[in-house]
C-alpha cells in the first residue's frame, strides 16, 4: 500500500486508499500516519473502501495552519470533495477523536455516521502533569526519531519486552504473560510510529461541547473500562453530549487497543454491526 498526496485549498494531504465499496475515513491517533491498519482489522476490502488521512503535523501532510482539530476537518472534507465523496461513514481513534468529532459537526453534509474508539473528546493531558510534561521532552522533533529509533531498536531484540513495557500504557489491567500472537500485531502497528510535529500538538488540543452537541449523525462510541490511556469518563461524558449516540464499554484486556486480543471480536462485531445498519453505498467516482 502506497500513499498519495492531494493538493486542497487549505493545503496538502497525505492519505491512503484500499478496497471498494462503502467509503470509511479513518482518523487516526497520535504517533500514527495514513499507513495505520490495525483499526482496518474485520472490514471486508471487497464491501468497504477504507481512507486514511494523515493528520496534519504527521506523515507528509504538514502542520502549517491546520492545528486546531477543526482547522484538521476542514483539511479532510477538502480531501473528501477532491475525491468526490460524501456520505461517508468517520472513524476517530484516540488523539483523532476530536478531529472525527469536528468534522461530524462542521460538515454533516459529508458524514453519514460517526464512530469514536478509545476516542479523545475534550481536552486531554493537564500541562502540569507529569505525562504531558514527560512527552514534551520525548516526543519534541528534535527528540521523536530518536526515541522511536531506539524503540524500533529493542523490538529487534526482544519484541515481547518492548511489548511488556507498552501495555501499562494502553491497559489498566495487571501485566500478564501476552500471547505471541498479540505481541506481532502491536510490534506490526508500531512499526511505522513517528510522532512528527503531530503529537505535541495533539496534547494541546480541546474541543467546544456545543460541536458535539450539534452532531445529528448517528454515532457509535467503543471504549474499554480498562483504558489505560484515555479514560472511560470521556465517553460517557461524549455519550450524554451527543444526541444521538449509542456507548458501548467493553471489559477487554488490551484497553485502549481493543483491536488486539482474543477479545477482540468484540469491538469488531458491535462496530459492524453499527454500520451495516442503513449502509451507505456512496464510492469515489
Known amino acids: 500500500m502506497s500513499s498519495q498526496i492531494a493538493k486542497t485549498k ?13 467509503p470509511i475515513v ?25 481512507i486514511t ?8 501532510t504538514p502542520l502549517d495552519n491546520n492545528r486546531t482539530p477543526k482547522q484538521a476537518a476542514h483539511l479532510i472534507a477538502a480531501l473528501l470533495d477532491e475525491l468526490s465523496l460524501s456520505d461517508v461513514i468517520v472513524y476517530g481513534i ?18 453519514n455516521k460517526l464512530i469514536l474508539a478509545s476516542a479523545v473528546s475534550q481536552k486531554w493531558l493537564d500541562p502540569k502533569g507529569k505525562v504531558y510534561k514527560t512527552a514534551q521532552r520525548i ?6 526519531k530518536l526515541t522511536w529509533g531506539m524503540v524500533r531498536f529493542f523490538v529487534r531484540l526482544s519484541p515481547t519486552m518492548i511489548a511488556k513495557s507498552f501495555y501499562p500504557e494502553f491497559s489498566s489491567l495487571p501485566s500478564h504473560s501476552l500471547d505471541e500472537k498479540d505481541v506481532k500485531e502491536l510490534i506490526k502497528t508500531m512499526q511505522h510510529y513517528h510522532s512528527g510535529n503531530g503529537f505535541l500538538n495533539d496534547i494541546d488540543q480541546d474541543i467546544l461541547k456545543e460541536v458535539k452537541q450539534s452532531i445529528q449523525c448517528p454515532t457509535l462510541i467503543i471504549h474499554s ?22 456507548l458501548i464499554e467493553l471489559n477487554n484486556k488490551w484497553g485502549h487497543l481493543f483491536w488486539i486480543g482474543k477479545d477482540s471480536d468484540e469491538s469488531i462485531h458491535h462496530t459492524l454491526k453499527f454500520i ?10
Open 10 to 22: 487549505y493545503g496538502y494531504i497525505e492519505y491512503c486508499i484500499e478496497g471498494k465499496g462503502s
Open 26 to 50: 479513518f482518523i487516526h491517533g497520535g504517533h500514527s500516519n495514513c499507513y495505520e491498519t490495525l483499526c482496518h482489522k474485520g472490514f471486508d476490502l471487497n464491501r468497504f473502501q477504507l
Open 94 to 111: 484516540s488523539a483523532g477523536g476530536l478531529t472525527a468529532i469536528e468534522l461530524a459537526g462542521n460538515h454533516p453534509q459529508l458524514v
Open 225 to 246: 473500562v480498562n483504558d489505560g490511556s484515555v479514560s472511560i469518563s470521556q465517553a460517557r461524558n461524549t455519550h450524554h453530549l451527543i444526541k444521538h449516540s449509542q
Open 139 to 144: 516526543f519534541s522533533p528534535r527528540m521523536e
Open 276 to 285: 451495516q445498519e442503513g449502509e451507505t453505498n456512496a464510492k469515489i467516482d
Open 53 to 60: 488521512p494523515s493528520r496534519p503535523g504527521y506523515g507528509k
